[in-house]
């Protein structure tokens, strides 16, 4: 089962980068069993509307079945590996 978070950011924010160091640390530990998509939402408008962010850092965790969670802000490790862990159950 695949799990995909999507990292909606942007190089002028300041969080993001923030919370780019957590991400390695997820995807160095789960490795194939995650799949992450980094969106610059300054170039890719048209996907940040569809997903309606309005703040960055947003994370958006999807499986199979769609979205399973979602978090605005600079988000914590424990809580963005449980989410990761109810969207691959």
Known sequence: MSVRLKDFYAD???PCKQQDAILEEIVAEWGDDLELEKVDVDEKQDVANEYQVRSLPTLVVENEEGVVDRFVGVTQRE???AALSEASA
Do not use: L, M, R, T
């Open 12 to 14: 002028w924010c300041g």
């Open 79 to 81: 809580d963005i590996e």
